[in-house]
């Protein structure tokens, strides 16, 4: 839309004006249909009675009557209708209310309301309220020659039952038509209305503005002056908010039991998993324990047949030499052999609870770790019980086989954790909510992996959180979701698109294809889209 004054309007164009126009033109269409999604959430919320009013046609008449009243917001909301009665593919040939007027009629028969706008459409392809009538009386053609009774029957009619009505109820196909009352009521909650077309219709008193100033009652036939009679629909009335606060009051509290429900399924389904996750742990203990055994078994087998083929060759070799040089190449070779196994084990001892105490600069824990495997087998296979305390003290853990293998078993994640860490922290513009995200997978060895840190990055870890606990608010350009878990939105994605102070208007992504793209919200009822 353009803001024009002298100055500007001699450098437009018709390119720039055209253009102008036709956003602005769209935009009165789009707030009018908006208007009315918000006429029908006071109406069916009942938001009029925080205000004071007693009813939604009291609040129109007082809040909006220099928009038209009650009166244009029936209009409004009777257009709403033959809309949403319309499929898709016919639902934006009507571009304003305004057209839907004469269409109206033809609600409570969708296949008749589709016909006359596809009519009106295959002429146009943007028909005018002129064309949607011209359509409709294609599909509901007037009688011309309306069946009468006699004269005198006639001269009847005119003096008892010519009363002119008015249809009032916006839920009728006949919504604002007058008629004629030519014959007896076939009850006393019903009335024959003849309108000005010809048609006859079968219409509720309820549904009708200007009978006579009696009702009649339904079960004694009793009439009532004027006066009763608006005593009663007061009385009828208020027994209907009753009614509506009742069922309020009704829905609130099945929504509360439901959500109490659903929460302690919920928890009930937390802790099986829990349980299923702690005995999970177990069995994989078991199983690394009996892989080591298994490991253990293994190589006793491989040094059995080393020695099974030692002995056999030195079978052999007794066969093949006398006795006296056998025992001479016996002798020295059994001394070389105990001098060089000694010496290797005078080379390679350790001390090992010192090195528990200060471990290797290189590689520090995935050489403790595997030492106190290494420990943890010899004391399996051996019975050892100095061994296994050795092997607890390099882990750090309690003297038991099965705590020495679950600690182990969390080390060997640890280089794989510190990598993922440094790894989020080295990216650009890295978040707190990244962070957190690897480093919950690993928070079982956190005290480890947060000795592998630098300063530098433990202190950019404290930034990010200390970033993260300053939360942002929710303005203009704003990824967001709806805040209330319950709510088919807290799953969308949406872009806050105009700030009107106390509340923001939102475009949903998943409406793009609807005819309603936006919504108003306070900043209470969102939050920041997270991605799932």
Known sequence: MLTLDREQTTALD?????????????????????AIDELR?????????DGGYLSFEDYCEKELIKHGGYRRVRD????????DTLPEELKDKITKPSQTRSLLRLVKTPDKLEQAVAIAAKEKPFPTAADFTKAV??????????????????????????NSVTVSS???PRYGDSGVIEADAPNNYQQIVTFSDGERLLVNNSDLAGLNDAIVSESSGRTYPKEYTEAIAAIEERHKQELEQLSQELRIGLQAEAATRAEAQVQEQIQSLQQLYKQ????????QQRLDEMEGL??????NQQLQQRIQELENAV??????????????????????????????????RSLAVEPPKENAQECLRLMGMALKNLASAMNNTQALEAAAIILGSEPTQSAIAYRAEQLEMLPQAVSEIKAILAKPGCTWHEFLNVAQEYEVIKQDYWAELTTQETDLIATLQNASSQPDTIGIGSIVAHADPYRTLYVERGEVVEDLGEEVVVAWDCWKEQSKKTDRYFRDELRFWQPE
């Not at 959430?41 to 009675?49: G, T």
């Not at 999970?280 to 199983?287: A, G, I």
């Not at 293994?298 to 040094?303: A, D, G, Q, T």
């Open 319 to 352: 066969e093949q030499r006398p006795s006296q040089q056998w025992g001479n190449t016996m002798t020295q070779q059994a001394t070389k052999a105990l001098n060089k196994q000694v010496k290797q084990a005078l080379e390679k001892t350790i001390d090992l």
């Open 14 to 34: 018709y390119s720039v004006v055209n253009t102008s126009i036709q956003e602005t033109f769209s935009a009165i269409n789009r707030f009018e249909w908006q």
């Open 137 to 162: 009386q294609k599909v509901v053609p007037k009688n011309t020659s309306p069946t009468r009774t006699s004269s005198t029957k006639q001269e009847k009619v005119k003096t008892q039952l010519c």
């Open 41 to 49: 959430l006071m109406r069916d919320n009942h938001y009029y009675k």
């Open 76 to 83: 409004l909301l009777s257009a709403k209708k033959v809309v």
């Open 170 to 172: 916006l839920s009728h």
């Open 280 to 287: 999970q742990k177990e069995q994989n203990v078991q199983l």
């Open 298 to 303: 293994r190589k006793l087998e491989i040094e």
